[in-house]
């Protein structure tokens, strides 16, 4: 689906020229170990990146650009991958084609932009402005902080620090407070340097754009030093810890709702060979409408609005997120522990391995009707297979038999059961 | 069939309204995957008190009756509608706002399979004692979870605060007591009143054949019956211009103290082209004077005063129209002074130029054309507009005629004397 190019070793470049969005969209993914000093120091970066540049040395000045080129967007993200932390510029903006009377060519107008915020960022003798750094590691902290808020969140974030303490699975991409305050405005510098000159780099252009002219000056629009870069190590991230018998935690906050979570462990991770299998094992269990975690926990009990599991694959964790009432926590985990006994049993009906290959498949064909999920779950992907199309994914999909799954839930250890729930009797005035 | 181009957006869209009433539309749009399929009433939480169908009196129903009717809209004598759906390779969903229940499924096959299961679905009410029952404990999970969400509860705690009578400030989901009294007749009442056909949108946007589509759908509702069309009576109360409550408070486990500013628009009864205008010169003055290009947003934010989840909105309806502007804050009673003193100076010292209309237009057309590469933004906010006879296509048109005068108008029918109010949560501890 998108052309590849090597810019140098470690660079790559890769496009896609297509009519189907009006807009035009660069994305820009430098990838480095995951450490809590490197997440922390990378976020601030990506915040002060995004808040200025050598051209446009104010926010308002960058983001009135910005909004002289039809509102484009452009923005920095932080994310992790296994131990991979994954620092994203990603910019688009509308076809000009669709614009009455344009002045000036809109992307690469944006282009521009986005490459002189990157490689000539806003300096003051050589480092980064002082008052803008402390700004950011504030924004950095109220966003690490601002997951306290949403009680599903926290809940599960709470339930892996508790299991994978200080390993990537528990990591935030974003760092921690504490990583994020030793940062100053000299170490940032380090860091724009060193991810400049030692990650590994993923470009992606996509849109009705002349991707080959485009490729033809790549090298002059993305003037990266020839360096050192190596990819990160693949660790064996997803052998699962020794456990004799599964954590049964209780916490207290002040809420009104229980989150009953689950974590399980598997030997079987993104790049394992039965990773499809473990993805349609999620489908029947509690991925959809149709799963069991759905039907039987809500549907024929009543005992949640929500309750389903999502597959973390570059961890090799299976998480269950319910929210319920927290007085029915027994019947409720008892009900779950029934739906993986079942598929330990091979209690999965020809219908739900239909319903399942059927709802991944339309959710894999779906992803590619936005320009960010092409790129994104190309990005993932093309870890496995170069050529990745939705259509080889889904005939592995197919091959998985109701065995398979079972096999899958068989290797399933569950390492923890996790209830955050409300103080009793909390009165305010 | 209505076949219409819009020859800058490249798009076309085709339209039929049936003999029943209904509005078919379809947007065709050229290499994607999905199909993009919703089916709307004209019916929200706010419909609450109305005159039945082949009824003389008004009645009101209980709170959050729409939303509990949307739920049990999927259960069927024989079993779930979602099962159906998966089984065709389609995600399913519905969603309940003020004014309209929607109903919708995204596949990229069996989109024929698909659409007769959504009309057949939303066609054929079943309702029991024992299935209503059944609901209540799900429901009461989930309005449960957002009693949790600080973000929720002060975006309705605002509007609470705003209006004094009109529905829009009671919950759309009810509270755990009110949907205790919801009852399978009920159901029906509400829904032989609001899912008539002519009460309805249709739409389909996506990897889609028009004609097809078109003729799929009309053959469907050939097939069915429906009473002749009658145009709903809906009742609401008076409401003064002024705000209900000047500010209220609320403790919750939250990390940082949350501060939301809510202004009521005065004057809500209008429809079509110049309630688009008003929607777009309302926003587009937000941007203008809290944008993040904004003197205001530069000044906050330098200050401490706001982060990453300060955000503003507009919203109008027929009958209630507010802004509300709100952050996570460590100072919340310098943040308020700021935004008011912003307020205020708009309304003493009007002083928006060209340059910054002219900008924030562009600005305004890019985000609307970026939104057109998304099938969900097309249905959903294209049925709105449709709801209130204003078209969405028209966006862009209205965009590029906007003047600061209209401008000043849309800002003057939104901020004026005791229409504002300010709703704080504080983290719990500082409760004690």
New interface residues.
């Given amino acids: 689906m998108f052309h590849k190019s090597e810019l140098q070793s470690g660079v790559n470049l890769y496009t896609r020229q ?6 035009v969209s660069v994305a820009i993914k430098f990838t480095a170990p995951l450490t809590e000093e490197n997440a922390a120091a990378r976020t601030v970066l990506a915040n002060v990146l995004e808040d200025s540049s050598a051209n446009y040395p ?3 000045k960058l ?2 650009a ?8 452009y923005y920095t993200d932080t994310s992790k991958r296994g131990n991979e932390h994954i620092f994203t510029i990603y910019a ?3 076809n000009e ?4 009377n344009p002045e000036v060519p809109v992307f690469e107008q944006l282009l521009t932009l986005v490459t002189e915020s990157l490689f000539k960022p806003n300096l003051k003798d050589g480092v980064f402005d002082e ?1 803008v750094v402390e ?1 950011e590691k ?2 950095v902290i ?2 690490i ?2 997951i ?5 969140r926290y809940a599960n974030k709470r339930m892996l620090e508790l299991i994978r303490s200080g390993k990537p699975a528990s990591l935030s991409a974003s760092g921690t407070e504490k990583a994020v305050s030793a940062i100053t405005k000299e170490s940032l510098k380090a860091t724009y340097d060193k991810m400049l000159n030692e990650d590994t780099i993923d470009i992606y252009i996509l849109g009705d754009v002349d991707t080959d002219q485009l490729t033809g000056r790549a090298q002059t629009v993305f003037p990266f030093t020839k360096g050192t870069r190596k990819s990160v190590p693949v660790t064996a991230s997803t052998t699962s810890e020794e456990v004799p018998t599964a954590k049964h935690i209780r916490e207290k ?5 229980g989150k009953l979570n689950m974590a399980f462990s598997t030997p079987v991770g993104f790049r394992h060979p039965d990773y499809p299998k473990m993805q349609m094992l999620n489908g029947v269990l509690g991925g ?3 799963s069991k975690l ?2 039987n926990v ?2 024929k009990e ?5 309750c389903s599991s999502s597959y973390s694959s570059h961890y090799g964790l299976l998480y269950i997120m319910s ?3 927290a007085e029915q926590e027994e019947k409720t985990a008892a009900l779950i522990d029934q739906q993986i006994e079942a598929l330990r049993n091979g209690d999965i009906s020809d ?1 739900e391995i ?3 290959l ?2 991944l ?3 894999i ?2 992803s ?4 960010k999920g092409q790129i994104e779950i190309y990005d993932q992907y093309k870890l496995l297979d170069e050529n990745f199309s939705s259509d080889k994914l889904i005939e592995k999909w197919e091959r998985v038999t109701k065995e398979d799954i079972q096999e899958m839930a068989k290797l399933l250890t569950k390492e923890i059961t996790y209830l955050l729930s409300g103080r009793e009797a ?1 009165v ?2 | 069939m209505n076949k219409i181009h819009f020859d800058q957006l490249q798009e076309t869209l085709y339209h039929q309204k049936l003999e029943n009433g209904l509005n078919v539309y379809v947007l065709p749009k050229e290499g994607f995957s999905k199909t993009y399929v919703t089916f709307t009433t004209k019916y929200g939480s706010v419909d609450r008190t109305f005159v039945p169908r082949g009824g003389k009196e008004l009645v009101t129903v209980p709170d959050g009756i729409a939303h509990f009717l949307e739920h049990k809209m999927f259960e069927k004598e024989d079993g779930d509608v979602f099962q159906q759906f998966s089984e065709n390779a389609a995600a399913a969903n519905a969603f309940t706002s003020f004014t309209r229940t929607s109903y919708l499924f995204s596949s990229t096959s069996e989109l024929y399979e698909n659409t007769k299961t959504l009309l057949d679905f939303v066609q054929q009410p079943y309702f029991t004692e024992k299935t209503v029952e059944k609901e209540k404990g799900i429901i009461a999970q989930e309005i449960t979870m957002y009693d949790d969400q600080a973000d929720w509860r002060q975006y309705f705690g605002t509007i609470e605060n705003l209006f004094e009578n009109h529905p829009v400030r009671i919950d759309i989901a009810g509270t755990v007591e009110t949907i205790q009294d919801i009852t399978a007749e009920h159901l029906y009442e509400c829904y032989e009143t609001f899912y008539h056909p002519s009460n309805m949108v249709f739409f389909a946007v996506g990897n889609v054949n028009p004609e097809e589509m078109l003729k799929f759908v009309e053959q469907d509702q050939q097939t069915k019956s429906f009473e002749a069309p009658e145009p709903v009576v809906r009742s609401f109360p008076d409401e003064p211009d002024h705000a209900a409550e000047k500010r209220s408070e609320l403790y919750m486990d939250v990390s940082k103290p949350k501060l939301m500013v809510g202004t009521k628009c005065r004057n809500t009864d209008m429809s079509g082209k110049d309630m688009l205008m008003r929607e777009l010169a309302s926003d587009v003055t937000l941007d203008i004077l809290f944008g993040r290009s904004s003197e205001f947003f530069t000044q906050a934010y330098n200050e401490g005063l706001i982060d990453e989840s300060f955000s503003y909105e507009f919203n109008l309806e027929k009958g209630f129209g507010f802004a509300a502007i709100g952050s996570d804050t460590e100072k919340p009673e310098e943040l308020e002074k700021l935004i008011k003193s912003v307020l205020d100076d708009a309304n003493n010292n009007w002083s928006i130029t060209d340059e910054q209309l002219e900008r924030i237009r562009k600005k305004r057309i890019g985000l609307f054309m970026r939104a057109l590469n998304s099938p969900e933004y097309i249905a959903n906010q294209f049925t709105h507009y449709n709801f209130n006879e204003m078209n969405l296509f028209d966006v862009v048109p209205v965009l590029e005629g906007l003047t600061t005068d209209q401008l000043k108008a849309a800002f003057d029918d939104l901020y004026y004397e005791d229409g504002q109010t300010i709703m704080t949560i504080y983290p719990s501890e500082q409760s004690k």
């Fill in positions: 297509t009519a189907q969005f009006k807009t104010t926010r308002t983001r009135q910005l909004e002289e080129l039809y509102g484009a967007v688009e903006s509308v084609e669709y614009l009455r008052a700004r504030q924004t109220d966003r902080g601002s306290y808020n949403d009680k599903t906050q002040d809420m009104k709702q959809f409408a149709h759905f039907i809500r549907e009543s005992l949640a609005y929500y929210g319920i009432d219908l239909r319903q399942t059927a709802l498949s339309n959710s064909r779906s590619f009707d936005s320009a909390m305010h005035e």
